[in-house]
T-cell receptor, first 115, second 111 residues
Framework: ETGVTQTPRHLVMGMTNKKSLKCEQHLGHNAMYWYKQSAKKPLELMFVYNFKEQTENNSVPSRFSPECPNSSHLFLHLHTLQPEDSALYLC??????????????FGPGTRLTVL | DAKTTQPPSMDCAEGRAANLPCNHSTISGNEYVYWYRQIHSQGPQYIIHGLKNNETNEMASLIITEDRKSSTLILPHATLRDTAVYYCIVRDSGNTGKLIFGQGTTLQVKP
């Protein structure tokens, strides 16, 4: 139990569906992240939010739309996905600042399958 | 951030020390070395980090060479539950939030 929860844990969706992934952190951190892990590939950073402001977008296609309503919650809205978007989507949080270790705590991930 | 090089896989006997090497020859003075691991189908887990001194915590020890161009993660008494992919990451202390994961080393602990 890392203090970062993700729902759902598994999701199967068609290419025309709209769905959302949810992440919640109970650690009082000020930064949250979305990562994508495709089969046999390294984790890829998708988005970074610091104090609810998006500070990084790693050339992610617009069919992925993040939302950070407050520092504890992070969403990833999905629409018109492709089969190659099937992957494990991981959320993480950290406390960023001069005196922090910047250790990132990861959730268990959402296993997404796009049919 | 500097790039790291790790062997793709290693084996270790249960109960023995596992020594995982990492090369980061282009590391700069304000970059830290972080180690994470990922057990199959779970999220990565932080292990340890260091700048230039050797570090130890309840999970592992980190040995950084004097020139800081390489480091070794040591799991002193490996168990079957330590079987995982281990990632060595170099990160600028000022580069907020960015962890760049490589392929890592798959450590297989065998009975």
């Amino acid at each position: 139990e890392t203090g970062v929860t993700q729902t759902p844990r598994h999701l199967v969706m068609g290419m025309t569906n709209k769905k959302s992934l949810k992440c919640e952190q109970h650690l009082g951190h000020n930064a949250m992240y979305w990562y994508k892990q495709s089969a046999k590939k390294p984790l890829e950073l998708m988005f970074v939010y610091n104090f609810k402001e998006q500070t990084e977008n790693n050339s992610v296609p617009s069919r992925f739309s993040p939302e950070c309503p407050n520092s504890s919650h992070l969403f990833l809205h999905l629409h018109t996905l492709q089969p190659e978007d099937s992957a494990l989507y991981l959320c993480a949080s950290s406390q960023e600042g001069s005196y922090s270790y910047n250790e990132q705590f990861f959730g268990p991930g959402t296993r997404l399958t796009v049919l | 951030d500097a790039k790291t090089t790790q062997p793709p896989s290693m084996d270790c006997a249960e109960g023995r020390a596992a020594n995982l090497p990492c090369n980061h020859s282009t590391i700069s003075g304000n970059e830290y070395v972080y180690w994470y691991r990922q057990i199959h189908s779970q999220g990565p887990q932080y292990i340890i980090h260091g700048l230039k001194n050797n570090e130890t915590n309840e999970m592992a020890s980190l040995i950084i060479t004097e020139d800081r161009k390489s480091s070794t993660l040591i799991l002193p008494h490996a168990t079957l539950r330590d079987t995982a992919v281990y990632y060595c990451i170099v990160r600028d202390s000022g580069n907020t939030g960015k962890l760049i994961f490589g392929q890592g080393t798959t450590l297989q602990v065998k009975p």
